[in-house]
Structure formats: C-alpha cells, structure tokens
C-alpha cells in the first residue's frame, strides 16, 4: 500500500528554526509537494521537488532523498503566522497525489 | 498558476436533504478532485472529475452517495445526498492545471443537524 508519514504535531518557539520530517512509500514518483493550512483555510502551496537535494524559498526549504524516501521541510526564523498544519504529499506513477495526515505546527513566544 | 472559487463557503444543513457544491476554475483543466477533510485530519480523495466521462471515486465513496457533474474545462459540482451528522465536514475542489501543484477552492464547511 500506499503510506506517508509525518509527525502529528510539533512545537517551537517563535524565532527559532523547525524541521518537519516526512517518509513515504508510493508505487512510483513524480513528485513530493509541501503544503501549509491554516485552520478553517484550504491548503496553499509551499515548495515542489521532484530530483534530490535541497530547495530554498525565503525562510522556508525543503530537501528530498528520494533513494531514501524522505524529505523534509525547514522553517527558519519562524514567526506567530507560521503556527499552521503542514501536509506532505507525493504524486504517485499515475500522478495521484497521496496525502500524509499533516502535521500541526504550534509557534509558542 | 489557477484561481478557483468555491461555494457555498458554508452551509447548516438538514438531515435527509442534499447539498450541491460548485467549483468555477479561471483556467480549462483536465481533472478537478474533490475532497474531504474531517477537522484536525488530512485530505481524504472522494473523486476525480474529468470533462467528458463519469467521475472516478475512491474507495467507500459512492456515485449516489456524491454525484459528480464535470460540464465542462472549467467547472464541476459535487452534491452531498441524504445527508447525515457523520457528513459533516469540509469540501474542498482542487485542480491541478499545469504539471505540478494542486490548487484549492476555500472549502465549503458543512454542518448537518
């Protein structure tokens, strides 16, 4: 089957620097993807990497291993607005996109 | 890059009706999804909508359960029949217009009593 995991929920304090990590197995790959939501919102867009190594766009990254089957996203001066759920999510060999459970990121002064 | 409106945002529906849900795209696409999401939970997969043919539902979801209409490049509706409390949720349409990230709708935030 199909399986993507995340940790449920973190906690960091504002100004400081989080990593949330995400492992999966897919039939096939085309493609993992990082999402913000906030409560009550749709999700939104963060970062899109599909060949290994590390992607970077203003205060966030995300890395990808894809021998490994991992990746992660790096939040660095993090901020009270950050405080969101973040969802992983690989595009499978029928370009389908499988969703990890999220992961609840709670930003303490 | 897409723009896609939803509605209704919200809606407190009662027992035994249905509620249809539109999506409007500002771009043509090829598929439209369409999911569902308990609070505090991820993204489940009801259907994928493509123009032209009937929707392709997903595992304990159902046709007359949540029909599907796809008219056209820009536009699909899913209705929510013979509602119950366990149908209370959040929907979202989603479309994928190039060949990378999802776009969403606002979601519609159902209530039924």
């Known amino acids: 089957g199909q399986n993507i995991d995340q940790p449920t929920e973190m906690t960091a304090t504002e100004g400081a620097i989080v990593q949330i990590n995400c492992t999966y197995q897919?039939?096939?790959?085309?493609?993992l993807f990082w999402y913000q939501q906030h409560a009550g919102e749709a999700p939104t867009f963060l970062s899109y990497?599909?060949l290994d190594g590390l992607e970077e766009k203003g205060r966030f990254s995300s890395f990808l291993s894809r021998s490994k089957g991992y990746s992660y996203l790096l939040l660095k001066e993090l901020q009270m607005k950050d405080s969101a759920s973040y969802l992983c999510a690989v595009k499978d060999s029928n370009y389908q996109l499988i969703w990890g459970a999220g992961t609840k990121l709670i930003i303490k002064p | 890059s897409a723009v896609i409106s939803q509605k209704p945002s919200r809606d407190i529906c009662q027992r035994g009706t249905s509620l249809t849900i539109q999506c409007q795209v500002d771009s043509q696409v090829t598929m439209m999804f369409w999911y569902r999401q308990q609070p505090g939970q991820s993204l489940t997969l009801i259907a994928t909508a493509n123009q032209g043919s009937e929707a392709t539902y997903e595992s304990g979801f159902v046709i007359d359960k949540f029909p599907i209409s796809r008219p056209n490049l820009t536009f699909s509706t899913l209705t929510v029949s013979n509602m119950s409390p366990e149908d209370s949720s959040i929907y979202l349409c989603?479309?994928?217009?190039?060949?990378?990230?999802?776009?969403f709708g606002q979601g519609t935030r159902l209530t039924v009593v």
């Open positions: 897919t039939s096939g790959f085309n493609g």
């Open positions: 989603s479309a994928v217009p190039g060949d990378t990230e999802a776009f």
């Open positions: 990497n599909v």
